[in-house]
């Protein structure tokens, strides 16, 4: 499958989504809509040998989709991660293009002076 087709199909998964939660539809929805993308990302991801810089792109927005898998995520996060993903791909063809940048994630590490 080549990169513009998982483009299209992600991008079809955005517009499904988006239309399942304006007619109020669970969050779960969107999310199983969403696997049929995540699905198609990690079987090329296995298939085809690729330059480094596509299975980049490939491992990058495969990610992004296993955080729309989170029990907890808001619909509009959602549909942002899935827009993420896509953007990675269409990063990989044109180069110009800067990849999206997260927010960093603050964790307490356990243990030391953090019980003080």
């Known amino acids: 499958m080549a990169l513009s087709r998982l483009k299209k199909l992600g991008e079809e998964a955005v517009v499904a989504i988006a239309a399942s939660l304006a007619r109020g539809g669970p969050v779960v929805r969107g999310q199983l809509i969403a696997s049929r993308f995540y699905e198609a990302l990690r079987y090329e991801l296995k298939q085809s040998p690729m330059q480094d810089t596509e299975r980049a792109a490939l491992m990058a927005a495969s990610d992004r989709c296993g955080r729309i898998a989170t029990a907890s995520i808001a619909p509009s996060a ?14 990989d063809e044109n180069a110009s293009v800067p990849l999206p940048r997260t927010r960093p994630i603050l964790r307490l590490i356990e243990g030391g002076l953090s019980k003080v």
């Open 78 to 91: 959602m549909l942002d991660e899935l827009r993420n993903a896509i953007a990675l791909l269409q990063a």
